[in-house]
């Protein structure tokens, strides 16, 4: 059966240090963390490790992010021998900017809907790898994977997220759908 793979990456520099978002394939990837739903389990790989992180790709018949088909595939894509952009892919950055109309963090996102926050941020990811703490800048990626998967698996439960609004103590109830035949039936065609 084909894994459902949620996944997150690091990158060694930021869009200043490769002249723009639009340079982004230019970035560097230091870490991808990944959960294998079929192996029930948390991985992440540094950028020495990348043919181990393949392998489990490989088995994906579902990719799962957050801003992940804007930022993490087209960097992630450069390092491997297939394309991850061929893959069916969930992005749910994406699906609350279609159902809520604009673009929420994923920490904001998180503390509305499962009481977590990030422990840190992209930028100073990239000074945790710059100091060398990689142990440090992996946890803080399988952080973020960790909280995107029980988003993910929220929003398979109940098909809806509450969204913090900007600048008022409400949310809004947002319906966030997935739906796993369309995503199996994208992976036969």
């Not at 996944?7 to 520099?13: C, S, V």
């Not at 893959?87 to 279609?98: G, N, Q, S, T």
């Not at 159902?99 to 499962?114: M, P, S, T």
């Not at 992209?122 to 995107?148: F, H, N, P, S, W």
């Amino acid at each position: 059966m084909a894994d459902k793979i949620v996944f997150d990456i690091e990158t060694k520099d930021s869009f200043d240090d490769v002249g723009g978002q639009e340079n982004l394939r230019q970035l560097s990837l230091s870490v991808v963390a990944l959960y294998s739903y079929n192996q029930d389990k948390y991985f992440c790989f540094d950028e020495h490790e990348l043919a181990e992180a393949e392998k489990i790709f490989k088995t994906a018949g579902v990719l799962i992010g957050f801003s992940s088909k804007r930022f993490d595939v087209p960097i992630l894509d450069k390092y491997f021998s297939f394309s991850l952009a061929a893959l069916p892919h969930y992005d749910i950055l994406e699906e609350v900017e279609r159902n809520f109309g604009r673009r929420v963090g994923l920490n904001a996102i998180a503390e509305a809907n499962v009481g977590l926050s990030k422990t840190s941020h992209g930028l100073e990811a990239i000074e945790m790898y710059k100091r060398g703490e990689m142990e440090k800048l992996k946890e803080y990626c399988v952080q973020d994977v960790r909280i995107t998967k029980q988003i993910f698996d929220l929003i398979k439960k109940q098909g809806y997220l509450w969204i913090p609004q900007r600048n008022l103590p409400e949310m809004v109830k947002t319906p966030i759908i997935y739906e796993e035949d369309k995503f199996q039936q994208d992976r036969l065609l």
